[in-house]
């Protein structure tokens, strides 16, 4: 194997990974937005002064949310 295979094949391992790892976090966000709003009756304002995340996120995720029920 040459070096720039193996130079290849690191680059697209670890991005990979990196995908992964952004993918877990979103999956966690999404869970623990949809657990404050449904699990503690919490508003969209008060979620986002608690997780410090945009407003735009939260609603996105809660819109999702309502669409799959």
């Given at each position: 194997?040459?070096?720039v295979?193996?130079y290849?094949?690191?680059?697209?391992?670890?991005?990979?990974g990196h995908?992964?790892?952004?993918?877990?976090n979103?999956?966690?966000l999404a869970?623990?937005?949809?657990?404050l709003k449904?699990?503690h009756n919490m508003?969209?304002r008060?979620?986002h002064?608690?997780?410090?995340?945009?407003?735009?996120?939260?609603k996105a995720?809660?819109?999702?949310?309502?669409?799959?029920n």
């Amino acid at each position: 194997m040459d070096e720039v295979t193996l130079y290849n094949l690191y680059s697209s391992a670890s991005a990979s990974g990196h995908r992964a790892k952004m993918e877990a976090n979103e999956y966690a966000l999404a869970l623990m937005v949809e657990h404050l709003k449904y699990e503690h009756n919490m508003n969209r304002r008060d979620i986002h002064r608690r997780l410090k995340v945009p407003m735009k996120t939260i609603k996105a995720i809660l819109d999702v949310t309502n669409d799959e029920n």
